[in-house]
DNA sequence: AACTATTGCAACCGCGCTCAG
DNA sequence: TCTGAGCGCGGTTGCAATAGT
């Protein structure tokens, strides 16, 4: 079983750090003219004075010709997040389903742009759930209070009506975690008559992660297969590549692609994929709202029935005076 | 203009898996 | 069955570019 030992530690005069054009060159001429072949020799053969793993990851990450560069498209971003709901940290698979993309890529991507985002959300990263922790919390108080300052203010002013949203957004997160079928519908008036369910247009493909941008147009997306061994048509992505869904819609595909981004329950996450096959148009989230819902009505039962916890009763308070702006 | 902080990405490191001998 | 070489993956680091002060 042992380990290999490389080139990290023996081959100290070995070059390390970036690549330069001529070293990109001779790698790219020899691996067009003989194939990669064995990777620990390749420098060798290729007159480069770096390791093998370094080779092949520079040829892998940066030198391919089929790498495609450049921004992550949000019908991208979105597979990703699907994906990673499905399969963690799984980035080389995940990177199968996204042709043209490495898994370093997407890896960087996921931490760089798509991590701080499902946190500013209020989701956890790595669950997809809501969080729950308290400094996640205070975040909550400290929105609201924003909202109370941005509202006194100016009531209409574009920023105090965002963080108005996004607080409205953290309750509905809290609750979806408390979880049960009452406290499901209290923040649906927190949006007052827009969205029942902040990420409702995620779920159906007609609005983004981001509130300032425009919805998604539906367009063509049909994936290829890549070989032909693996074309079956609607089963689920973790048994199948990304050729798995030829013949699909893009409304088909972001459907099923986000509809497990928060799953209600363990168990809805865990079928959804299963069921894409046979029920393409199930969207259910879990998010049955009643518009006339008195939201804080069921907060306060809520307090009543669970604790005399200050904390939740302060936050409650905060929110539910006559002044709050999110009434 | 200079400095500092933050961000984004390429590259490295080390572990574990696969497979041939 | 055991061993070790080779490979691939995921986590981490380093640094250049950019933004903010």
Redesign the pocket.
Known sequence: ????P?C?SDDANLK????TPEEDEKLLDYINTHGHG???TLPKHADLNRC???C???WA??LRTDIKRGRFSEEEERLIINLHSTLG?????IATYLPGRT???I???W???IRKKLLNMGLDPNTHKPRTDLNHLLNLTQLICAAQLGSLVNPWESSALKVQADAAQLLQNLIQTLNTNQLSTITAGLMGSQKSYPYEGLINGTSSLYADEPAPVPKKFHLMSQTSSDQHQGQGVIENSWASFEGYESSDISDFLISELVPESPETATTSMNQMGDDKTNTNHGSTVSPDSSIFQAWEKLMDDETDNSFWKDILDLASSPSSPIL
């Open positions: 079983m042992g380990r290999s490389c990290s390390k750090g970036p690549w064995n990777w620990k093998g793993k370094s092949r990851l520079r990450n940066y940290n799984k980035w080389s698979r898994d370093n890529e890896k960087n991507f931490n760089t742009h």
